[in-house]
């Protein structure tokens, strides 16, 4: 997910002290806390049980950045990853699903946009589409009007972690080798001071579809990116190193799969390593 920050550390946010999104009610801060079994669901999930919380659909939104489902987190419990492959702290990563791809050719997977947002956010779609499909990869991405393998919904998101929330991807590949079905972009008024130009929706998006299609953050380990603060958990959808992208990054490294943002659609060459090496 997508965050901007404050002060403290979260998933992806921006860098900038800005609003104050911060709940104001007490009783919605304590409805989201985790029972004592919810918390050691997660634990036995691979996730940090000091770092989630219910979300208002009724899912688990973990460590600030992943929404996962009871059933989801019920499959995961008790799996113990075999191949995480970490060899340093701050690298590109996949998880263990990807999307599956045909043996020659490519795999297309459309995109579709909910209903609702600005026009800055289907050019935005557009560009961080072409900009997927300029690295000659072994999946492209297309537009549809509805009903996409992804699809763009809208949501007041809310804050986590002490900055607000701009997207959120529900999961990671699936077994199958499908996409995660989708990705939440926040309608929150401090998302949407935000999100006031192309380039910025841009980011948010082309990040959320890196989740969807199985990446995970490049600074998982400390969250660099977002300054001090708790690093993620490789959980039993796996933290895999992806080979030739660097092993150690400071927190301005510039990479589409950054915690937090930094208001840049831009991919560097490291990326376009990461995406040629998964498709």
Known sequence: MRKFIYAGSAAALFTLAILSCKKSATSTEDSLLLSDDEKALVASAGFNRNWAERSSDGGYL????????????????????????????????????????????????????????????????????????????????????????????????????????????????????????GFTLSTSSCATTYLNTVAKVQEVISHEIGHCIGFRHTDYKRRSSCGPGPGESAGSIGAVHIPGTPT??????????????????SFSADDGIALNYVY
């Open 248 to 265: 150690n990054v400071s927190g301005n490294y510039n990479s589409w799969m950054m915690a937090c943002t930094n208001g840049s659609p």
């Open 62 to 181: 973990i460590e600030g950045d992943i929404l996962l489902t009871k059933a989801q987190l019920q499959e995961m419990a008790g799996a113990t990853p075999t191949h995480n492959f970490i060899v340093a702290d701050e690298e590109h990563y996949r998880t263990y699903n990807v999307v599956s791809t045909p043996g020659t050719g490519a795999r297309n997977i459309t995109v579709s946009l909910g209903g609702g947002f600005p026009s800055n956010y289907s050019t935005a779609l557009d560009n961080a589409i072409a900009q997927y499909n300029s690295y000659g990869l072994r999946i492209t991405f297309s537009r549809v009007s509805s009903g996409g393998n992804i699809v763009i919904t809208g949501a007041n998101l809310g804050t986590s972690g002490g900055g607000c929330i701009l997207g959120r991807a529900a999961g990671f590949p699936d077994a199958s080798g499908n996409p995660s079905p």
